[in-house]
């Protein structure tokens, strides 16, 4: 068995617990997790933890850089900002105007780059009291969720051609894209949607890379010595490994959060001990 990390192609339909759950099955291993959830109406890249050492890691990847090829349809309203909710077409008002190429360019530059405030959907699994948001909605109760900061690297259009925009966007994580298009909409005063999404990067994996559901085997996983090689590392000897996995203190001045590798192996997540003696010991023992 092989712990670490499985790219899969999610396509649209599925939840992403459901590909969690076929991929299960294929592999034979219960011990199997995300870092990111897709909508079911999204495709793309699903980054799955395998494992349970790979598991114990997961926290490490929240808040990794993704990329999308989002399509936005104008004209059009959603009560969840994308195709899967009740759509109603604007009457535009009188004086409006198509938007012009470089009116959309203009908005994106002025509105939707770099740290931005975004509302997220009604419609999204933001805990509302301990509730997800989602469900308070389908209940009739609705909701009212803050705003919060989000970051968008990139905003490129690839094509346009009025209602139909498709983008490039690189962003940080917590990002609804689905905000992003009906947030657009409204600032051109036409309203939109997100009509299509396909997430392409996740971090430094590319969907290139990723394996369809099915097709899911162990010779496709990511070891872990692979997905952990760039944190900042240790090398420890068999004795203190042997101590860091009973609980006992190595002689180790470390920053928070090394891995500890023995063997050629990450067997340990270590936080320094504040009692000035230059120890530390296993977090997290792998």
């Known amino acids: 068995m092989r712990h670490g990390f499985l790219l899969i192609a999610k396509p649209v339909g599925p939840t992403s617990h459901d590909i969690v759950s076929q991929v299960r099955r294929t592999l034979g291993e219960k011990k199997i997790g995300h870092l990111g959830t897709l909508d079911p109406a999204a495709s793309g890249l699903l980054v799955l933890a395998v494992g349970a050492k790979a598991l114990k890691v997961v926290e490490f990847f929240g808040d990794l850089h993704k990329e999308y090829c989002v399509g936005v ?159 900042e590392k240790v090398d420890v000897t068999q004795e203190e490994a042997d101590a860091l996995c009973k609980g006992q203190t190595i002689h180790h001045t470390v920053k928070p959060d090394s891995i500890a590798w023995c063997g050629g192996l990450p067997i340990a997540v270590l936080i320094p001990l504040r009692d000035g003696t230059q120890t530390s010991r296993a977090r997290k023992v792998l």
């Open 73 to 231: 349809r104008f004209g059009t309203v959603s009560t969840t900002y994308d195709r899967e909710g009740v759509l109603e077409e604007i009457t535009p008002k009188p004086g409006w105007n198509i938007p012009k190429l470089e009116d959309v360019r203009r908005m994106i530059a002025e509105r939707f780059i770099g740290k931005i405030s975004q509302v997220p959907p009604s419609y999204s699994a933001v805990q509302v009291g301990g509730e997800r948001a989602y469900r308070k909605m389908r209940q009739g109760k609705g909701v009212h969720l803050p705003a919060r900061t989000v970051q968008i690297d990139a905003c490129t259009i690839t094509s346009y051609t009025y209602p139909d925009l498709t983008l490039q966007v690189a962003c940080g994580s917590g990002t609804y894209i689905r905000s992003l298009a009906n947030d657009l909409g409204e600032a051109l005063r036409c309203g939109g949607y997100l009509a299509s999404l396909e997430r392409t990067m996740v971090g430094e994996w590319h969907l290139a890379k990723a394996v369809e559901p099915e097709k899911a085997a162990w010779g496709n996983v990511l070891p872990l010595k692979e997905v952990l090689a760039t944190f």
